[in-house]
């Protein structure tokens, strides 16, 4: 079974902190993604990563950066955190160009204070 | 960008009943739709996707259809049971580009 693993479940942190969320996927996937969910809005796409060191925005990109330094791990940073990005993120990975079937992390609920 | 639309946003069902979750699309040039389905507190599951090169798949009581044409397609789950009570989403994904882009979801519920 494919294995999508996020560092923490649940994190708390101050308005200003720099956040790092953690991601590893256990079968040599090509495609790795960060979303968050939002009641409403869905899952939108944040960053998503095609090769180790390759990323490209997504759609809310704002306020984030990525860092893909091996192909197992895609970090989602938070620079400075703001209550706004209090939410669910859902990492993802796929195995490539040709099959784009996502599974799923378990997600982190960051609430940010 | 891509744009996907879904509806309804929330759909109530008696057990035993079908019900249909539509998504429409805005890039032609994609080619991979598959639906998730998110439990209450637990991660999205792929249930069933479909690709452009066909119109309709079924998998024991769940069906997705497609029109490339409308640029449209529709989940379709038949013999409704209260453990397909969740919130699905659709998504897009193909052409140029490795993204994969969600509806905003639609929570079924189904009353026994």
């Known amino acids: 079974d494919v294995k999508v693993t996020q560092s923490s479940r649940y994190l708390v942190k101050r308005t200003g902190e720099k956040v790092f969320l953690e991601c590893v996927q256990d079968?040599?996937?090509?495609?790795m993604f960060w979303y968050r969910q939002d009641p409403g809005l869905g899952l939108r796409l944040i960053y998503f990563?095609?090769?180790?060191?390759?990323?490209e925005k997504g759609d809310i990109p704002e306020g984030y950066s990525v860092s893909r330094e091996k192909k197992e791990r895609f970090s989602l940073i938070l620079e400075s955190a703001s209550t706004n990005q209090t939410s669910m993120y859902l990492c993802a990975s796929s195995p490539g160009l040709g099959n784009t079937e996502a599974f799923f992390g378990q997600g982190t609920r960051l609430t940010v204070v | 960008g891509e744009n996907v639309e879904q509806h309804p946003s929330t759909l109530s069902v008696q057990e035993g009943d079908s019900a249909v979750i539509k998504c429409t699309y805005s890039d032609s040039a994609s080619n991979y739709f598959p639906w998730y389905k998110q439990e209450l507190g637990k991660r999205p599951q792929l249930i069933i996707d479909?690709?452009?090169?066909?119109g309709e798949k079924k998998d024991q009581r769940i069906a997705v259809t497609l029109n490339k044409t409308a640029k449209h397609f529709s989940l379709h789950i038949t013999e409704t049971q209260p453990e397909d009570s969740a919130v699905y989403f659709c998504a897009v994904s193909g052409g140029s580009n490795y993204k994969l882009t969600f509806g905003k979801g639609t929570l079924l519920t189904v009353n026994p």
């Open positions: 479909i690709r452009s090169n066909v």
């Open positions: 990563s095609y090769d180790v060191k390759m990323k």
């Open positions: 079968m040599d996937h090509e495609n």
